[in-house]
């Protein structure tokens, strides 16, 4: 069990272990990190497989580790960490207990970018692991639902700086998505830190 640091807040979610950081980096940094990242990621617009159909995701993404992962049938070759990959890393690693071997980045260009329904639990992921989402740059909703009872949510308004784990058991009983909105018109950058197997 992850040492859980006095700043984070354990949300109130069933079968999970969902605990937020709120503005965990800050400007100036927070802000440096955003342009670094929007400048020094290889980023790439990749196709996924949905009802056995190929169409582009909705967002830019890009991969970075020293471990292979595989998710929508799209196998992701990790490129080497970099500079503001290592930073994040190095902040939130003691945080978390955790040590990440690959991290999953999407870019949210505006508000018509989004990500649907998902839980991350691919084969490759440690089972159990922690997961660690931070959010740079514009603000987006970011919902859970209950897999059992899609009735059941939990909602949070994840900001520039906003750290985020989820571990335990919440992706066999949650998903999450970001929705598209008609009011986000600057970028957004998420990055899920992984424990790959």
Known sequence: MPNINPLGQKLDMPNAEVIFYPRLFQPPASTQLLTDLLNQIAWKQEPIKIFGKSVLQPRLTAYYGTQGYTYSGVKMEPLPWNEPLLQIKAKIEPLVDTEFNGVLLNLYRDGQDY???????????AKGAVIGSLSLG????????????H????????????????GGDTQKFWQHHVPKTAKSTQPRINLTFRVIK
Do not use: P, Y
């Not at 990500?115 to 992921?125: N, Q, R, T, Y």
């Not at 009735?151 to 906003?162: K, P, T, V």
């Open 115 to 125: 990500i649907g329904w998902h839980s991350d639990d691919e084969k490759d992921l």
């Open 138 to 149: 514009d603000s987006r909703r970011f919902i859970f639902r209950r897999r059992d009872n």
């Open 151 to 166: 009735q059941i949510r939990a909602e949070l308004n994840l900001s520039d700086g906003d750290f985020l784990t989820m």
